[in-house]
């Protein structure tokens, strides 16, 4: 019998989007749906996904906020006028006459300015949203852009799309080799940046993308596959249990120019959490929200812990104070080592090989599991043999007494044994009496 289908929900950025819109905390919504705050921070970085009936009410109440924002744009939007509009009350000059060479007369620059001038409506001008200088800044062609780029919305479908939708779509393998071919060279140069160890970080990417193929459903239908590697990526590097292997106790051999170990030490003094938020806002270029969504904290905490990021690379490198030479900075550090990328085809096989591995790992211990059982089954008693008591001291007995006193008989045979000899033929032949 089919399953019925899951209530659809919104991806784990857009769900703690749709949440920090309402101003609503993570435990609000955990009372609202009935669960603890740690459930719904793991729904929203997408670790884990609701079920049942918490899955419904969840998916209930962030179609109520999605729909209420959707009220609120519409309503601040300028509705379309339904007879033609007046033209603008502006002082204009009066209508000089025309040259007579057939030019018209344009005016002063003034005049032409007061007269092209249109008021813009209040409520679209609130409805935009303010430009950055960040928003416009390119990462240098050996940094880190491709992974993290800034994503803008799709375009409508035209005549393009439609052509390319008669095209035959990728296979599977296809399209992990192709995000594998995209993302891996920068994820090798920021899991460097984050660890300082060449090895460390290729074995990261190598990891997080045997990672995403195992899950590559749920990966191919993300709104963010790379982004999905890319914490994976960064768990994994920025992991406490590497302290305890013996490659990763000694550093690694530093930087060759004399810039680029001074900064990369920089780097590395700085707590974990700071590290990773200052690569991810100033290195990578995601916006604030997405940052604290990736390294699952607040946005405030986010840009606490940036700011203090800032300040101590400032401090010791006064010329990295702007944030553009910052980020101009990562891109080069990222840019100057020679990293080995790992190949697709060798991805998958791992990933497969280790897949399969673990698979007949479960398999035999569980395996060994029931024989224990069936053992234990089999040689246990069937029924209840209750233990020996201990002995116990009983009174009135008379204790047990050594041999009494000889009689005339035993006195005299004992007398004759002592005398005869103990040894020889006498001792074996009998003699008559």
């Excluded at 292997?245 to 990369?264: T, V």
């Excluded at 673990?358 to 069936?374: D, E, S, Y």
Aim: proline share 12%; glycine share 6%; net charge positive.
């Amino acid at each position: 019998m089919p399953q019925s289908p899951a209530t659809p929900l919104p991806s784990p950025k857009e769900r703690r989007r749709l949440r920090e819109a309402k101003s609503l905390s993570q435990a609000d919504v955990a009372a609202k749906v009935g669960v603890t705050r740690e459930t719904v921070r793991s729904w929203e970085t997408g670790r884990t996904s609701p079920r049942g009936r918490k899955r419904d009410a969840y998916a209930k109440l962030l179609d109520a906020i999605a729909d209420e924002q959707s009220a609120v744009v519409r309503t601040a939007e300028p509705a379309p006028p339904s007879e033609p509009s007046a033209p603008p009350v502006v002082d204009t000059p009066a209508p000089k006459p025309k040259p007579k060479n057939g030019t018209p007369h344009n005016g002063s620059a003034a005049d032409r300015g007061r007269s092209r001038t249109r008021p813009e409506p209040t409520a679209k001008r609130a409805s935009k949203p303010r430009a950055t200088p960040r928003d416009s800044r390119k990462l240098p062609h050996r940094g880190l852009a491709p992974v993290g780029a800034r994503r803008t919305a799709p375009a409508s479908p035209g005549p393009e799309s439609s052509e390319r939708s008669d095209q035959p779509s990728l296979t599977p393998a296809q399209a992990f080799d192709a995000l594998c071919a995209h993302c891996a060279p920068s994820l090798v140069r920021q899991t460097y940046l984050l660890t300082g160890h060449r090895t460390l970080a290729r074995e990261s990417v190598e990891r997080a993308f045997q990672l995403a193929w195992q899950r590559w459903p749920e990966v191919a239908v993300d709104r963010d596959p790379a982004g999905w590697v890319r914490a994976a990526a960064y768990e994994y590097a920025m992991s406490p249990w590497h302290r305890f292997r013996p490659s990763q106790r000694h550093p690694d051999a530093p930087p060759a120019e004399p810039a680029d170990r001074a900064f990369l030490a920089v780097l590395l003094s700085l707590p974990p959490a700071q590290r990773r938020t200052l690569l991810l806002y100033d290195g990578v270029g995601l916006d604030l929200p997405e940052t604290a969504a990736e390294t699952e904290a607040s946005t405030p905490a986010a840009a606490n812990r940036l700011l203090h990021a800032r300040e101590a690379v400032a401090e010791r490198l006064p010329e990295l104070a702007t944030p553009d030479a910052l980020h101009r900075r990562l891109g080069e550090l990222g840019g100057a080592e020679k990293l080995g990328t790992p190949k697709a085809e060798r991805i998958r096989t791992g990933s497969e090989h280790r897949a399969r591995f673990w698979t007949r790992t479960a398999i035999a211990f569980t395996a060994l599991i029931i024989g224990a059982t069936a053992l234990t089954l089999r040689t246990a008693p069937t029924h209840y043999e209750p233990p020996q008591a201990p002995g116990k001291a009983i009174s009135g007995v008379p204790a047990r007494m050594g041999p009494g006193p000889l009689s005339y008989e035993e006195t005299e045979l004992r007398k004759k044994l002592r005398e005869e000899l103990a040894s020889g033929p006498e001792r074996l032949t009998p003699r008559p009496e």
